[in-house]
Every structure is written in structure tokens, then in C-alpha cells.
């Protein structure tokens, strides 16, 4: 257990819906990430929160937008999904504000499934 | 621009035999390179890291990895398999701050 936790764990929507996918960072840890894995695409980076200022931003869609709130949790929102947005959607903390030596924290991921 | 090729998406070892798994990187500057292991239905896992200290790295499970910039090879390593080493692994690469890129995965099979 990493620590990281993320709700829900399943997520069945329809195409064209919008959705708000939530993380819980370790204790302690200012960072969260935002990871999507798809088969065809692979685990990409998609954003990175710092404290709760957005850090970095990785291939993440405009239809996409993330936050993170003062308790440091935060929240992927996806909209007008499509089918392709099918896919496991990964959090991750790391104390700091995301140095390469840092280690990520994972949590259990949230499937996405859009028919 | 850093990338990371990871070389068989799926690998079989006997149990008891050694772990190969094999990871090249490009990378502009020299690189953080990393090892996350994936078990089924789970979050990714931390096997180890190469920040520029030692070049050979001894992780977590009793794996290693040797980073060598002549072959830029960051190829990940186990004397003996056990059968709980089945999962998936992930070779990633950073080379600027917050921005980390994976492989596309090796999945890990045990044979019996």
C-alpha cells in the first residue's frame, strides 16, 4: 500500500459525459501527478500539481483539466469523452515539488471505461 | 529529446534462472533513469533509481540495474526468478525537472 489513494476504482461512462476522477495524496507529500495508461499508448505523464499550482503539463488533452485543493487532494476532470479516452488513469505523490530524483508514490489507479 | 525503448514486451524465464530485462534510453544531457514494476490490478512500484551516484544501482526484491552511457543501457537484472516476480515492469527516463517518460512495459512470465 502506497499510500496514494484514488475513487472510484471503476468508472463505466458514456461517450460525449464528463467525469471527475479523485486523488489522495501520502501524508505529507505536496506533489501529485496525474498518469494515463492505455494499450496503445503506453503510461503517459499528463500533469503535474505542486502545492496547488499546476507544475508541469505532460500530453494531457484540452477536453482534460485537473486542480489541486488546499487539503492537497485532487481531482481529474475529462470531458466529452470519447472512446479512446478508455484507460487506467494513475495518481502519484512525491514530497517535494517533483526533482527527477524524487520518488513517485502510485496509487491504485481508476479504470475508465467509455462505450 | 529523451526517449526509452524497452526491447520485448514480454519476457519468459524458468524459475531459479536469471532476469534480463532490457532497457536503452536516449537522452540529450545525462539522465535520471528508473526501474517501476507493476503487479496486476495495482499502481506502479518503485524497483529502483540511477541519479548520477553509483553506476551500478541494487533496488528493492533483489534486483539491480547497471547503467552504462557508452550503450545507453539501463537494463534491469535478478540472479534467480521466483515466481513472484511476474508483473509488468517499466524502464523510465528524466532528463529535465518534472518530466518523466516510460517505457512502453515488459511483462515478466515465470515459468514453473
Known amino acids: 500500500d502506497s499510500g496514494v489513494t484514488q475513487t472510484p476504482k471503476h468508472l463505466i461512462t458514456a461517450t460525449g459525459q464528463r467525469v471527475t476522477l479523485r486523488c489522495s495524496p501520502r501524508?505529507?507529500?505536496?506533489?501529485v501527478y496525474w498518469y494515463q495508461q492505455s494499450l496503445d499508448q503506453g503510461l503517459q505523464f499528463l500533469i503535474q500539481y505542486y502545492n496547488g499550482e499546476e507544475r508541469a503539463k505532460g500530453n494531457i488533452l484540452e477536453r482534460f483539466s485537473a486542480q489541486q485543493f488546499p487539503d492537497l487532494h485532487s481531482e481529474l476532470n475529462l470531458s466529452s469523452l470519447e472512446l479512446g479516452d478508455s484507460a487506467l488513469y494513475f495518481c502519484a505523490s512525491s514530497p517535494l515539488a517533483g526533482a527527477p530524483t524524487d520518488t513517485q508514490y502510485f496509487g491504485p489507479g481508476t479504470r475508465l471505461t467509455v462505450l | 529529446a529523451q526517449s526509452v525503448t524497452q526491447l520485448g514486451s514480454h519476457v519468459s524465464v524458468s524459475e531459479g534462472a536469471l532476469v534480463l530485462l532490457r532497457c536503452n534510453y536516449s537522452?540529450?544531457?545525462?539522465?535520471?533513469l528508473f526501474w517501476y514494476v507493476q503487479y496486476p490490478n495495482q499502481g506502479l512500484q518503485l524497483l529502483l533509481k540511477y541519479t548520477s551516484a553509483a553506476t551500478l544501482v541494487k533496488g528493492i526484491n533483489g534486483f539491480e540495474a547497471e547503467f552504462k552511457k557508452s550503450e545507453t543501457s539501463f537494463h534491469l537484472t535478478k540472479p534467480s526468478a521466483h515466481m513472484s516476480d511476474a508483473a509488468e515492469y517499466f524502464c523510465?527516463?528524466?532528463?529535465?525537472?518534472?518530466?518523466?517518460?516510460f517505457g512502453k512495459g515488459t511483462r515478466l512470465h515465470i515459468l514453473p
Open positions: 523510465a527516463v528524466s532528463d529535465l525537472p518534472d518530466k518523466i517518460i
Open positions: 501524508s505529507g507529500d505536496l506533489s
Open positions: 537522452s540529450s544531457v545525462p539522465p535520471y
